[in-house]
């Protein structure tokens, strides 16, 4: 069974702060991996995707993807409230046509 | 542009009837994907549509699901006849490449009761 693992929090920090987002995966052949941002009631987004080792930078967020540990995490910087969601990780699921195996998520709770 | 469209927004029906949930892709995505999240647990696929032809439904649970995409445009997914167990938030997806950067739809939440 493919899992991917993410502690579901709540995690609080303050605003300005950098919220630090962990999520492990079982199936050592991924490739593809993606953090989602959903807000209470609405639909996933699509905030990063990162397809190699190392770190990647897209404003103030940065994923990074060790495969070497099965680890990715997603950085925040100077967090605002407006971040303030249940964030997903997802991998794609190796063999397959592009579906994901999805974490059940991190609450993160950006307090003013 | 358009984003994934998906209706009804939520349904309540009994156990033993039959409901439909419709999806309408961003134009011009092949990739059609359904997922499903029951309460407490994760999103999971379901099912993978390319243009009108089912790609994966390794996911669906069992046969009372039955998905099409007519002329690889909208797709249905149907509950028949529906049971406590299929109650959750149904989110279609799209997209143009099978790489997993999807469009969700904001999806249809469905209460058996």
């Known amino acids: 069974q493919k899992e991917v693992e993410q502690n579901s929090g709540p995690l609080s920090v303050p605003e300005g702060a950098i919220a630090s987002l962990n999520c492990t995966y079982s199936d050592r052949g991924s490739q593809s991996f993606f953090w989602y941002r959903q807000y209470s009631g609405k639909s996933p987004e699509l905030i990063m995707s990162i397809y190699s080792n190392g770190d990647k930078e897209d404003g103030r967020f940065t994923a990074q993807l060790n495969k070497a540990s099965q680890y990715v995490s997603l950085l925040i910087r100077d967090s605002q409230p407006s971040d303030s969601a249940t964030y997903l990780c997802?991998?794609?699921?190796?063999?397959?046509?592009?579906?994901?195996?999805f974490g059940k998520g991190t609450k993160l709770s950006v307090k003013p | 542009e358009a984003g994934v469209t998906q209706f009804p927004s939520h349904s309540v029906i009994e156990k033993g009837q039959t409901v439909t949930l419709r999806c309408d892709p961003i134009s011009g995505h092949d990739n059609l994907y359904w997922y499903r999240r029951v309460m407490g647990k994760e999103i999971k696929f379901l099912l993978h549509f390319v243009k009108e032809s089912k790609q994966d439904e390794s996911g669906m649970p069992n046969n009372r699901f039955l998905a099409e995409r007519t002329g690889g445009t909208y797709s249905t997914l149907k509950v028949q006849p529906a049971e406590l167990e299929d109650s959750g938030v149904y989110f279609c997806a799209s997209s143009q490449t099978r790489q997993g950067g999807y469009t969700f739809g904001s999806g249809t939440r469905l209460t058996v009761v």
């Open positions: 997802a991998v794609n699921n190796r063999g397959s046509q592009g579906n994901l195996i």
